[in-house]
């Protein structure tokens, strides 16, 4: 079976612009989550949605959105993009939304912003 | 708020050594504690997991962990390391039900020269 993929794996933006990040869940994962790792920093939660809808969200501004589709794959969009924003942004999928189903994560993709 | 904190940013090891990294963690109530493993260009990886029961936990390659509740600490280990095992650990916590949501530690870059 494949694993969570994300696309594109790299991305070069500049401030002020927005972007859009996918991700496709593990065949009958129902729940996806996105993280924003800083380079030497541990992941940071961002959002999580479950059949659709957003289950959790951390402690990022309203640039940052989401959402998930009936196929369950998600799409992670920064608007207003700030310097700070350059990061891996990873996404896990899971089998259910609560909190003991085990995360499987994809490669990520790397944002930069110039 | 949950928060997880580990030890050890950087640890350098010769093969055959003995390897234990440091997690504590912050949350008032119950827990799942989970260790993820980030090879060289490989995404995150899921070493071991504790959710209930026995508090020495097993998990691939020979790792192992131990869960302490009375000290909030879910210690990585391992008896004899190998130059695979170069890669960075983190060590993560969420609350069960709920949303999944999991809270990370800053992770330990692990060296390990032949």
């Known amino acids: 079976d494949a694993g969570v993929t994300q696309s594109p794996t790299h991305l070069i933006k500049t401030r002020g612009q927005h972007v859009t990040l996918r991700c496709s869940p593990i065949s009958g994962h129902k729940s996806v989550s996105w993280y924003q790792q800083v380079l030497g920093q541990g992941p940071q939660f961002i959002f999580q949605?479950?059949?659709?809808?957003?289950?959790g969200r951390g402690n990022f501004p309203d640039r940052f959105s989401a959402r998930q589709f009936p196929n369950y794959s998600s799409e992670l969009n920064v608007n207003a993009l700030l310097l700070g924003d350059s990061a891996l942004y990873l996404c896990?999928?899971?089998?259910?939304?609560?909190?003991?189903?085990?995360?499987?994560f994809g490669p990520g993709t790397r944002l930069t912003v110039l | 708020a949950q928060s997880v904190s580990q030890h050890n940013h950087h640890v350098i090891l010769s093969e055959a050594a003995s390897l234990e990294l440091g997690c504590n963690y912050s949350y008032g109530g119950t827990v799942n504690l989970f260790w993820y493993v980030q090879y060289p260009g490989q995404h995150l990886q899921l070493l071991l997991k504790?959710?209930?029961?026995?508090?020495l936990v097993k998990g691939i390659k020979g790792f192992e962990a131990e869960f302490i509740k009375s000290k909030f600490s879910f210690n990585l280990r391992k008896p004899s390391v190998q130059w695979s095992d170069t890669a960075e650990y983190f060590c993560?916590?969420?609350?069960?039900?709920?949303?999944?949501?999991?809270?990370f530690g800053a992770g330990t870059r692990l060296a390990v020269h032949p």
């Open positions: 896990a999928s899971s089998r259910g939304g609560a909190g003991d189903n085990e995360q499987f």
């Open positions: 504790y959710f209930s029961g026995d508090p």
């Open positions: 993560a916590v969420n609350a069960p039900g709920g949303y999944n949501k999991l809270i």
């Open positions: 949605y479950y059949e659709k809808e957003e289950r």
